[in-house]
């Protein structure tokens, strides 16, 4: 075992410190747990694999929490104050339960206080288990206040985290694509790891969250990553091992290409009898090995990547393929919608990024199988600070759709600037395409758009998946604060309605937490003030009314205005000495805004409606051009970029304030990795701020009304 095999032993432990465990740590507890091993494991209702481990992961928990604080694991007739009880008969939805969905490991569970004892039922040990760290996050509170019979379950059935890790390290991006919190908690050395205990614990922070599922490598699916399918399996079954003591399921994402760089067949067309022989017989190998496995994620004729279009196939030829191999498993097969072309001209103006997924994908709406869910990035274009909401959204009544969110911070920051992003998640989770009184986008990705079809109701819809942030980082994050990202990326997966304020105060108060589970007020201030607002303070040093992708090509950080204006990735502001933004109107430009129902079609096509923050998306104007605002586009760049600078040095002041405090309620190590942080953020919110301006002034000759200083 070579070094880099050795992890860490002691990572940060996120938002479960022991102190979080303090109000059910110094409580008498109890656990009521049919013997799931030998012939009870079968009981009807029960987690088909895995209840054993995750039964004497809760029994492990208890115990853990209350030698911690001082409580006890009592008998469950004793009294005790918290009783968590596996009710496999509750599965029929009698009772509030809800019923486990047949793809759904954790389909919720009921909570009762009376006279201060808390009763927690589920139908499954995972829903269990989300049930303990739901009393876990409420503390204190979960034992007072009057009594209380609620019934807790996810909104969505998918919940999915996707891991851009790679095995071996790839010349350009690293060991994990677009990771910026150190190398892969589960490979190193080109295999995956011996100590798989960082992922144990990784499993346990989902858990907290209510996240199920995790797809563990990379969708650009190279050569050796693709041997995971095969070869690899073994080490596969190692990792799910290690997740599912958390009632996590592992995914994969598999290569269109397999059948014939893994198999030695001529062809990997999907209409191919041998091609359809292979999937099957590679799906039931892996199910043979890892019986709750979860599903296949396909990146599929995308940048590069292999797909159906190579034997004149369509996307939904190629998900079915997949579709009908993992059918008989129960396994579900996540298809990618981040199709474009990537060879764009610029000097193209006909062809426009934004409106390939739909595209490609609308016209395919009732040919998927129900088993197949497309997965569609919240923005037509790809993760930017602003973009509209993707008209796919809208478009695909007849199809499980997944909202996919990008908690890894490739345009936000990448860990280097605090960037809480739950405040821009939960706008597109409640954008309404169909206007006020429509319906949202967390009702059309759980199964309840306007027209959804019985299958796609039935099932609970696509759900959510997002890529991680989590590397072999002291802590998990690179930028500690970044952890809050992840905590509210699972919270908003299982419940998209809660306000991001209120998630952070949830996460702060865990992560923060005493011994005695108190967190110092003055801390818990200090949180919000940098945070709250963290995502709206980067776009206003970054991305003006909607313009995206003025970031230093290849890597993604720091400005380049012009960075990616002549390149073929399609992604252009098409600034000239008159204005900026892109036209996609119907009448003069691309007629993007006419993939959106009505009222949006309407609204972002006219300049007078259309909302100042995607302004330059949808439109070209004259740098002049007088925002809804009542300032001019130029004068806004100009304030805004001044403006958030400003605030980022109010973040690193806030910060410093609790200098006093550290260590006793601000561990030394993450004071020291914020402090290193934040002024790397003002340093570069600084360059941000002179470049824009410079850049605008220089094109448009327009001075600052305020006659601030720009180069
Ligand atoms: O945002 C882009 C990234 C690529 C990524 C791609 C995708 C995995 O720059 O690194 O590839 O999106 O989502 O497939």
Redesign the pocket.
């Known amino acids: 075992m070579s070094s880099e095999n050795v992890v860490d032993a002691a990572p940060h432990p996120a938002w479960l410190p022991d102190g979080a465990l303090a109000a059910v740590g110094r409580r008498r507890v109890a656990v009521v747990l049919p013997d799931l091993s030998g012939p009870a494991r079968g009981i009807p209702g029960a987690d088909p694999d895995g209840s054993a481990d995750v039964a004497s992961t809760l029994r492990a928990e208890l115990e853990r929490a209350t030698t911690a604080h001082g409580g006890d694991v009592v008998a469950p007739d004793a009294s005790p104050d918290l009783l968590l009880a596996l009710s496999p008969e509750l599965s029929g939805g009698e009772r509030g339960i809800p019923r486990a969905r047949p793809d759904n490991s954790g389909g919720g569970f009921r909570f009762v206080r009376d006279g201060g004892r808390v009763t927690v039922t589920a139908a499954t040990a995972t829903a269990l288990l989300h049930g303990w760290f739901h009393v876990v996050r409420l503390g204190e509170a979960a034992f007072r206040g009057p009594d209380a019979d609620e019934r807790h379950a996810p909104a969505f059935a998918l919940r999915v985290l996707d891991h ?1 890790d790679n095995v071996d390290v790839h010349p350009v ?1 690293g060991q994990v ?2 990771g910026y919190s150190g190398g892969s908690i589960f490979y190193a050395d080109g295999r995956v790891r011996d100590d798989l205990s960082r992922v144990t614990a990784y499993a346990r922070l989902l858990a907290a969250t209510g996240i199920d599922r995790v797809c563990i490598n ?3 699916v190279h050569a050796r990553e693709a041997r995971l399918l095969t070869d690899d399996l073994p080490e596969v079954a190692r990792v799910a091992a290690a997740l599912r003591t958390y009632g996590v399921r592992t995914h994969l994402a598999v290569s269109f290409a397999a059948p014939m760089t893994l198999g030695g067949l001529p062809t990997s067309d999907p209409l191919d009898d041998d091609v359809r022989a292979w999937w099957r017989a590679a799906a039931d190998r892996v199910w043979a090995t890892i019986p709750d496995f979860g599903g296949f994620v396909v ?1 599929a004729d ?2 590069g ?1 292999p797909g159906p279009f190579a034997y004149g196939r369509d996307h939904a030829d190629g998900a079915n393929l997949l579709a009908d191999a993992v059918a008989p498993h129960g396994g579900v097969v996540h298809w ?1 919608a ?1 199709v474009y072309d990537h060879t764009q001209d610029w000097r193209d103006r006909s062809t426009d990024r934004a409106r390939a997924a739909y595209d490609h994908f609308a016209p395919l709406d009732g040919r998927f199988a129900d088993n197949v869910v497309v997965q569609v ?1 919240h923005g037509p274009i ?2 930017q600070t602003r973009e509209a909401v993707s008209p796919v959204l809208a478009g695909m009544p007849a199809t499980r759709l997944a909202l ?1 969110l ?1 908690v890894t911070q ?2 936000t920051g990448q860990q280097r600037h605090a960037c809480y992003l739950a405040p821009w998640w939960s706008e597109n989770l409640g954008f309404r395409p169909w206007g006020e009184d429509g319906a949202a986008v967390r009702d059309v990705v759980a199964g309840r758009g306007p027209g959804a079809a019985a299958a796609v109701a039935a099932t609970g819809g696509g759900g959510i998946a997002a ?1 991680s942030n989590v590397g072999d980082d002291r802590f998990w994050t690179g930028h500690p604060l970044a952890q809050a990202n992840l905590y509210a990326f699972g919270r908003l997966a299982w419940d998209p309605t809660l306000a991001p304020s209120t998630i952070l105060d949830e996460w702060i108060g865990l992560t923060f937490a005493g011994p005695d589970g108190a967190v110092e007020p003055r801390v818990r201030d200090v949180l919000h003030a940098v945070l709250d607002d963290s995502w709206r303070t980067y776009e206003s040093y970054t991305a003006p009314l909607g313009v995206g992708f003025m970031v230093r090509p290849g890597h ?1 950080y720091g400005p380049d205005v012009d960075g990616y204006e002549y390149t073929p990735w399609g992604t252009y502001h098409f600034a000239d000495r008159d204005g900026i933004g892109v036209d996609r109107t119907r009448a003069t430009g691309t007629g993007f805004t006419g993939q959106y129902p009505a009222p949006w079609r309407d609204v972002y096509e006219d300049l007078a409606t259309c909302p100042d923050e995607l302004l330059l998306f949808f439109h070209h104007v004259p740098y002049t051009h007088v925002l809804r605002s009542g300032v001019t586009v130029v004068q806004h760049v100009y304030d805004t970029h001044f403006d958030g600078v400003e605030r980022v040095r109010e973040a690193v002041a806030a910060w410093e304030s609790l200098a006093d405090l550290v260590p006793a309620a601000v561990p030394a190590d993450v004071d020291a990795r914020v402090r290193e942080r934040l002024a790397e953020q003002l340093r570069s919110a600084v360059e941000w701020r002179d470049q824009l301006n410079t850049y605008f002034l220089r094109k448009s000759g327009v001075p600052d009304a305020h006659g601030r200083t720009i180069y």
Request: net charge negative; aromatic share 18%; hydrophobic share 25%.
């Open positions: 851009w991006m694509e677009r990379n969708v650009n990146k995308s940048e990547q990618r981040f990035k790809d993760f996919e990008q490739e345009y890529v993604h």
